[in-house]
T-cell receptor, first 114, second 117 residues
Framework: DVKVTQSSRYLVKRTGEKVFLECVQD?????MFWYRQDPGLGLRLIYF???????EKGDIPEGYSVSREKKERFSLILESASTNQTSMYLC?????????????FGPGTRLTVL | GESVGLHLPTLSVQEGDNSIINCAYS??????FIWYKQESGKGPQFIID?????DKRQGQRVTVLLNKTVKHLSLQIAATQPGDSAVYFC????????????????FGRGTSLIVHP
C-alpha cells in the first residue's frame, strides 16, 4: 500500500512565523502535490513537483514556497504565516502525472495561524 | 451535485438504500476521472476511476458512470452503510498532450453523504 505521511496533524503558529510542513511518500512516486482545503472551496493546488528539485506553481502559490531535495520528501514553506493561511493542508503523490495515475493523499495537517 | 457557495450539498439516505452522487465536470478535454471519499479528519481516499474511453466501471458496491455528451459523472453506492458517511468528490484530469503539461487534477467541491441507521 502507498503511504503518504505528513509531519503534523495539528499545528498552531503565530502571524509572521516561518512554517514548514513536511510530506514523505514511500512508493518512489515521481510527482508530489500540496493542496489546501477550505470549506466551500474544495481542494486548491498550491504547488506540485514532478521531479527532484523541480517545482511548478499551482493555482494559489502566493505566500508559499516548496522544496524537493529528495524524491520521497516534499516540503511546503510559509515564509511569513498569516491568518488567511489557516487551513487544512493536504499532500499527495502519484507515480507519474504523464499518464493519469491516481493521487494518494496524506492525512492532512490542520494549521491555525493566530 | 457540486456545491455552490459555502455549504456542501448533502445527500441523506437510509442504511441499505442505494446512493447516487453526481458531478458535473467542466472541460471536454478531460479524459481521466477519479472519485474520492474523505472521512472527517482524514485525507481523501481513492474509490474508483474511469477513463474517457469507457462509460461505466464497477467496483465493490460502487459503480461510476460517465456521460461525456453532457460532461457528467456519477457514483453509485449499493446498499449504503453507515461507514459510507463521508464527503465524496470527483476529480477530472486533462490529457497532458492536450494541456501541454502533466496530468493535474481539478477537484469538485464535494457532496456530503449521511447514512442513517
Amino acid at each position: 500500500d502507498v503511504k503518504v505521511t505528513q509531519s503534523s496533524r495539528y499545528l498552531v503558529k503565530r502571524t509572521g512565523e516561518k512554517v514548514f510542513l513536511e510530506c514523505v511518500q514511500d512508493m518512489d512516486h515521481e510527482n508530489m502535490f500540496w493542496y489546501r482545503q477550505d470549506p466551500g472551496l474544495g481542494l486548491r493546488l498550491i504547488y506540485f513537483s514532478y521531479d527532484v528539485k523541480m517545482k511548478e506553481k499551482g493555482d494559489i502559490p502566493e505566500g508559499y514556497s516548496v522544496s524537493r531535495e529528495k524524491k520521497e520528501r516534499f516540503s511546503l514553506i510559509l515564509e511569513s504565516a498569516s491568518t488567511n493561511q489557516t487551513s487544512m493542508y493536504l499532500c499527495a503523490s502519484c507515480l507519474s502525472a504523464n499518464r493519469g495515475d491516481t493521487q494518494y493523499f496524506g492525512p492532512g495537517t490542520r494549521l491555525t495561524v493566530l | 451535485g457540486e456545491s455552490v457557495g459555502l455549504h456542501l450539498p448533502t445527500l441523506s439516505v437510509q442504511e441499505g438504500d442505494n446512493s447516487i452522487i453526481n458531478c458535473a465536470y467542466s472541460n471536454s478535454a478531460s479524459d481521466y476521472f477519479i472519485w474520492y471519499k474523505q472521512e472527517s479528519g482524514k485525507g481523501p481516499q481513492f474509490i474508483i476511476d474511469i477513463r474517457s474511453n469507457m462509460d461505466k466501471r464497477q467496483g465493490q458496491r460502487v459503480t461510476v458512470l460517465l456521460n461525456k455528451t453532457v460532461k457528467h459523472l456519477s457514483l453509485q453506492i449499493a446498499a449504503t452503510q453507515p461507514g459510507d458517511s463521508a464527503v465524496y468528490f470527483c476529480a477530472e484530469n486533462i490529457d497532458p498532450r492536450r494541456s501541454g503539461g502533466s496530468y493535474i487534477p481539478t477537484f469538485g467541491r464535494g457532496t456530503s453523504l449521511i447514512v442513517h441507521p
